[in-house]
């Protein structure tokens, strides 16, 4: 089975951020563990980047113990890729060497690789709910950017160790964001709940700005994404935008 890398080693310690998985800093690397519904779909995102700076390899993604190994994707646990520009998704399987497969590319463990921010579907063929672990380097660059297309669904997760909500300071119409009067008419976040198996949904208000919860709307909402959680988003805009990520420590 493939290990991961040890984590936990300081490197210098300046200022600080807290997340929902404990206390990282600058410079150091670190790890998170999350929760894993057995036999269902888990939307995930990657909030850190490999030791010494850059993406991450797929092998090195996750701690594989505990999931489910196979001969192909229809008996191992998946990874799949949303590509918006195809309307597909690219899948990996877990083969029965620990190692993870590319689907219809078979001849060797792939060596594709996962930038901060990525968001990922998980399916675990495992009836058993599981925990699995990330770990990495807290990113360290100004701002990580990600494009919304405009014309479909766009897969998006927070870059850096840390929560991040949908109300903070970010500007989200300045940025390109359409506000409406409600889910129907302006951009849409969902956030998959693989234990209802349904989505929760926010829009954009177009009176303050501000997101808030599909039917609940008396005031604006507090949530936001927490660690290693993803979400897709739908613009309502006539072409692309970019949502930038600031580093928020």
Not at 37 to 50: D, F, H, I, S
Not at 109 to 136: C, E, H, I, L
Not at 184 to 198: F, R
């Given at each position: 089975m493939k290990k991961m890398m040890t984590v936990l080693a300081a490197c210098a310690v300046t200022s600080l951020a807290l997340a929902d998985s404990g206390v990282v800093s600058q410079n150091i690397v670190g790890y998170?563990?999350?929760?894993?519904?057995?036999?269902?779909?888990?939307?995930?995102?990657?909030?850190?980047?490999?030791?010494?700076?850059?993406?991450?390899?797929?092998?090195n993604l996750v701690n594989t113990t505990g999931l489910t190994q196979g001969g192909g994707l229809g008996t191992a646990d998946n990874i799949l890729v949303w590509n918006p520009s195809t309307t597909g998704y690219k899948a990996y399987y877990l083969y029965t060497d620990g190692?993870?497969?590319?689907?219809?590319?078979?001849?060797?463990?792939?060596?594709?690789?996962?930038?901060?921010?990525?968001?990922?579907?998980?399916?675990?063929?495992?009836?058993?709910?599981?925990?699995?672990?990330?770990?990495?380097?807290?990113?360290?660059?100004a701002s990580a950017a990600v494009t919304i297309a405009h014309n479909n669904y766009t897969q998006i997760g927070n870059p850096y160790a840390t929560v991040f909500t949908f109300n903070g300071t970010y500007d989200w119409v300045a940025a390109g964001a359409v506000s409406g009067g409600g889910l129907?008419?302006?951009?849409?976040?969902?956030?998959?709940?693989?234990?209802?198996?349904?989505?929760?949904?926010?829009y954009l208000y177009n009176v303050d700005g501000k997101w808030y919860e599909y039917l609940n709307d008396a005031v604006p909402t507090t949530d936001g994404l927490p660690m290693g959680s993803g979400a897709w988003y739908k613009t309502r805009a006539g072409s692309d935008w970019t949502l930038t990520f600031t580093k928020p420590y």
């Open positions: 998170q563990t999350l929760n894993l519904a057995g036999n269902n779909y888990n939307m995930l995102a990657v909030n850190w980047e490999k030791v010494g700076g850059g993406s991450v390899t797929i092998q190692m993870w497969y590319e689907y219809l590319n078979d001849a060797a463990p792939t060596t594709d690789t996962f930038a901060p921010g990525t968001t990922f579907w998980m399916k675990r063929k495992g009836a058993v709910t599981t925990n699995v672990t990330f770990s990495g380097q807290v990113l360290q660059q129907g008419t302006a951009d849409n976040i969902l956030v998959w709940n693989p234990a209802t198996t349904g989505y929760k949904a926010y």
